[in-house]
């Protein structure tokens, strides 16, 4: 039985205090995953839905976190 080849994507999210300024980066075999993954709201901060991802997790939590809530609160409330 022939093993399926490994296949992975991730994503990198990066904050640099001096500039108050957020990155993010993905890497995938998927085609055009930049579209899918990364979300940043200046003053808010990035969010990584990664490759299976619920697409509305960048959004909501981008508006979660504006509203004021934790990494924590609004992980928990998107999961």
């Given at each position: ?38 979300y ?21 939590g ?18």
């Amino acid at each position: 039985m022939a093993k399926e080849p490994l296949m992975h994507t991730y994503s990198l999210i990066a904050y640099d205090p001096e500039s108050a300024s957020w990155g993010v980066g993905v890497a995938s075999k998927f085609l055009a995953i930049g579209a899918y993954v990364p979300y940043a709201q200046a003053g808010v901060g990035a969010i990584a839905t990664q490759a299976d991802g619920n697409p509305s997790f960048g959004p909501r939590g981008l508006e979660l976190l504006a509203k004021g809530k934790t990494v924590q609160e609004t992980l928990d409330e998107l999961l």
